[in-house]
């Protein structure tokens, strides 16, 4: 029998955060299993570790799977599944390979015990859309182009996974959240999108985001690790910060359940940095 164990990423109370599915001996387990565990979960992901000890003792391979599809890498579900590999066997330095490539994942205690994780991404790039691709974007979230930040255009960000990064000029339009589902999936999924990432700028280094993520089967994301990743180095290629930056992201309190991501980008190194904390939820 498979054992899932169930945590809250980017979060202390396991009222917050984004849930997530971890199977930390996916030894055996057909693509159509681990799908079938992702839905009847019902979380935005669940991740299936394999432990791979050529790599090292504690190195694993990574499948991520939502309710509908698998994904290449997400944030959240890494930060959750390497909690739960600290709360097995201690913190620490772990490799994760994963679809989108090796993702080395470092998890440490607090001095009150809280496990806390921080993942190092791929490295990152970002494109340009075309203004017909943005119309359609907005049309399907049912925003006007004279709601955009104008400061912080339209692009594709990947670090991992690729997300479109739409920023509102007004926090006010982006808790007002409802979106042609049906649609905005068929457009994501023909430009090989995994969400979109809905930002507001509170100050230079604070930002508000929603991650809808229909491709998924899911509305929502509460909390993205790997849109955070993305947006991480999106702000750097505008030149919205320097070469060195620490960036706070909220996300989650429109739903109920608020998140923290902290994103770093070190001087020199194209890759950027996710830290959250992590909970095991109750049985």
Request: proline share 6%; hydrophobic share 45%.
């Amino acid at each position: 029998m498979t054992t899932v164990l169930r945590y809250a990423a980017f979060t202390t109370d396991p009222a917050g955060g984004n849930k997530a599915g971890v199977v930390l001996d996916a030894t055996g387990l057909t693509d159509q299993r681990m799908l079938a565990i992702a839905a009847e979960l019902g979380y935005s992901e669940t991740a299936f570790l394999t432990p791979d000890p050529a790599r090292g003792e504690r190195a694993y391979r990574v499948r991520y799977f939502a309710p509908t599809l698998e994904v290449p890498f997400c944030g959240h579900a890494t930060i959750a599944a390497a909690v739960a590999v600290a709360d097995a066997s201690g913190p620490g330095e772990l490799l994760f390979e994963t679809g989108a490539g090796t993702v080395p994942v470092a998890v440490t205690a607090g001095p009150d015990g809280v496990l806390r994780a921080t993942l190092t991404s791929v490295e990152p790039h970002v494109l340009e859309i075309s203004e017909a691709d943005q119309a359609e974007a907005l049309a399907l979230l049912g925003w006007t182009a004279a709601e955009l930040d104008p400061q912080l255009p339209t692009r594709i960000a990947y670090a991992g996974a690729r997300h479109l990064v739409l920023a509102a000029r007004t926090r006010e339009r982006l808790a007002d959240l409802a979106y042609d589902f049906d649609g905005l999936a068929a457009f994501m999924t023909k430009r090989d999108l995994i969400t979109l990432q809905l930002v507001w700028r509170e100050s230079a280094t604070v930002f508000h985001v929603r991650d809808p993520f229909p491709v998924g089967g899911v509305v929502e994301d509460p909390a993205t690790g790997a849109a955070a990743a993305a947006f991480g180095a999106y702000l750097r290629e505008l030149g919205g910060t320097g070469p060195a930056a620490e960036l706070t992201l909220h996300q989650g309190a429109d739903l109920g359940s608020p998140g923290l991501l902290d994103v770093e980008l070190r001087a020199g190194d194209p890759r950027v940095r996710v830290s959250g904390a992590a909970v095991r939820l109750p049985d």
